[in-house]
């Protein structure tokens, strides 16, 4: 199986500061097709996941532009550029380039 | 807007089944393939269970094979989970989600838009 590592595992952020999540897979998630299969979930307190980031840097439909997805080698970055209140949760990044589709342990971010 | 609405939780003893069904609406159920994941309590995320649009695939998790089958019923837009044999470390929030992606041939790359809300599953004696 691919194990999907992040870091840290939480997170205190100032509202209005940046906040950086780090996904490191244990095997590459590129596709021959050029498609990476990467995702970025978060879990809201109380509440079902929901997407944030497809395909490494794609942001889902009404996700802010504060969220954005990258690579870097082979680590892949969620990046919040100004956190809100509404961004606590816990963020999940996520593979499906091979059965069975993993995610990593969850990334809890709180606010200051 | 997609809705999806997951039931038939409960508590089970040891060994026992249980019928999850997800009831969904918003979108062209049939044109869609559907996943369960579950969430043991306190824990992250677990893949389980993959049922392609047309059902003609169907992919479980090594942790539920044999035990968990998926189905769906396009005419009642129902996606469902029979779970047989639970065992304690079933129990968690079963969650139904809608998924995008594509297939090539039976090789499929999902990610899921929409979660119900979850559904708790408690195996104990």
Same mark, same amino acid.
């Given at each position: 199986d691919i194990v999907m590592t992040q870091t840290p595992l939480s997170l205190s952020v100032t509202p209005g500061q940046a906040a950086s999540i780090s996904c490191k897979p244990s095997q590459s998630l590129l596709h021959s097709d050029g498609k990476t299969h990467l995702y970025w979930y978060l879990q809201k307190p109380g509440r079902s996941p929901q997407l944030l %980031?497809?395909?490494?840097?794609n942001r889902f439909?009404?996700?802010?532009?504060r969220f954005s997805g990258g690579e870097s080698g082979t680590d892949f970055t969620l990046k919040i550029s100004r956190v809100e209140a509404e961004d606590v949760g816990v963020y999940y990044c996520m593979q499906? %380039?091979?059965?069975?589709?993993t995610f990593g342990q969850g990334t809890k971010v709180e606010i200051k | 807007q997609v809705q999806l609405v997951e039931s038939g939780g409960g508590v089970v003893q040891p060994g026992g089944s249980l019928r999850l069904s997800c009831s969904a609406s918003g979108?062209?159920?049939?044109?869609y393939g559907m996943h369960w994941v579950r969430q043991a309590p306190g824990k992250g995320l677990e893949w389980v269970a993959f049922i392609r649009f047309d059902g003609s695939n169907k992919y479980y998790a090594d942790s539920v094979k044999g035990r968990f089958s998926i189905s769906r019923d396009d005419s009642t837009n129902t996606l469902s989970l029979q779970m047989n044999?639970?065992?304690?470390?079933?129990?968690a929030i079963y969650y139904c989600a809608k998924t995008l992606g594509y297939c090539s041939g039976n090789t499929c790359y999902p990610y899921f838009d929409y979660w119900g809300q979850g559904t708790l599953v408690t195996v104990s004696s």
């Open positions: %980031i497809y395909e490494v840097s439909s009404g996700v802010p532009d499906s %380039i091979q059965l069975p589709w | 979108f062209t159920f049939s044109g044999s639970l065992r304690a470390e079933d129990t």
